[in-house]
């Protein structure tokens, strides 16, 4: 049975509606697509950190209560586990506050067994941050020589635009080593600034960053952009949309986690290995993005950061 592994942080998000706190959620970007595969019934390993402390226990017990293989987390003495406030505005978006304290010595972890064609989800800043650097690009490289299926997600926020010039030279390295990667509109205005620029790209600006940064590397690329279209890029082929069916929102927090939980769920329901990326036609990447359309719309509708796992299992049966 292939294994999705996952590489990122791991967080407790509070949630806050109408100034008041709402909901205590464990999340973090690459954790939060790993709950869903897990309640979907899917061999899940999760790469990450925590505080011996109760928030990190609390995230510890909720990846064994969905299934999730938590052996491979480094669990710190020094420094206490990381606490997100998240609050939501009109339209259901989250803008948030961090609270971490880190030790010196991180991710002190082996790392777990990986097959050819097990699925890598990776991305955000976790994945960059120089602290981690050195032990990110040991993992991603051992992925990459074992043939796992490497997915990666931008995720870069705005509160790091500032330190672009210091890590971009590790953003094309982890394309390089990518099979997918996926990026929003936002993602690509923070990476790819311009002056006076909006706080997210156009769909053309979006494809001539494609052709310009992203294609050389990697020739897989998806665009997302909040409730607009879904873009795939892939190399000798014009750009295809994905429109996005309008939902009403509970909360964002996850949507993009969700969405990327669907495209490694439908590379395993789909059979599709490494070797088969490449020649994927129309008619699979459809169904493809479907599924992380599906899973995304489904995190919207709560405050949990991942699909339900009364939803899961009804997916399942499809």
């Not at 293989?69 to 339209?91: C, F, M, P, Q």
């Not at 790091?160 to 390295?173: F, N, Q, S, T």
């Not at 509970?250 to 020649?279: K, P, Q």
Request: a negative charge; one cysteine or more.
């Amino acid at each position: 049975m292939r294994k999705i592994i996952g590489i990122g942080e791991t967080i407790l998000d509070i949630i806050f509606q109408n100034q008041q706190p709402t909901a205590a959620v464990p999340g973090g970007s690459v954790f939060n697509s790993i709950i869903s595969l897990g309640r979907l019934g899917c061999d899940v390993t999760m790469i990450t950190e925590t505080g011996n402390d109760r928030v990190g226990k609390l995230i510890l017990d909720f990846m064994e209560q969905n299934g999730v293989n938590n052996r491979h987390v480094a669990v710190y003495h020094d420094g206490r586990s990381a606490i997100s406030l998240a609050w939501l505005n009109e339209r259901n978006d989250a803008e948030y506050m961090f609270y971490k304290d880190y030790p010196a010595a991180r991710l002190d972890v082996d790392w777990p067994d990986i097959q050819p064609d097990d699925i890598v989800l990776m991305g955000s800043y976790f994945v960059l941050n120089p602290a981690l650097r050195e032990k990110t690009r040991e993992f991603i490289a051992l992925a990459r020589s074992k043939g796992a299926v490497i997915y990666y997600d931008l995720n870069f926020r705005a509160t790091h635009r500032d330190e672009v010039v210091k890590i971009y030279a590790d953003v094309l390295e982890n394309m390089e080593a990518a099979d997918i990667v996926r990026g929003s509109t936002e993602d690509l205005a923070n990476l790819f600034p311009k002056d006076n620029a909006p706080a997210a790209v156009s769909a053309q600006e979006a494809e001539r960053i494609y052709r310009n940064e992203i294609a050389y590397h990697c020739p897989n690329f998806i665009c997302t952009d909040a409730g607009s279209d879904v873009l795939l890029f892939t190399q000798g082929a014009a750009p295809q949309h994905f429109p996005v069916e309008k939902i009403q929102t509970v909360s964002t927090i996850g949507a993009g986690d969700n969405f990327n939980a669907g495209i490694a769920y439908a590379l395993l329901r789909e059979r599709i290995c490494r070797d088969d990326i490449a020649a994927l036609t129309p008619a699979l990447w459809q169904r493809i993005i479907q599924t992380g359309k599906d899973l995304a719309a489904e995190a919207c509708k709560s405050l949990n950061n991942s699909i339900s796992p009364a939803f899961a299992a009804e997916y399942k049966m499809k």
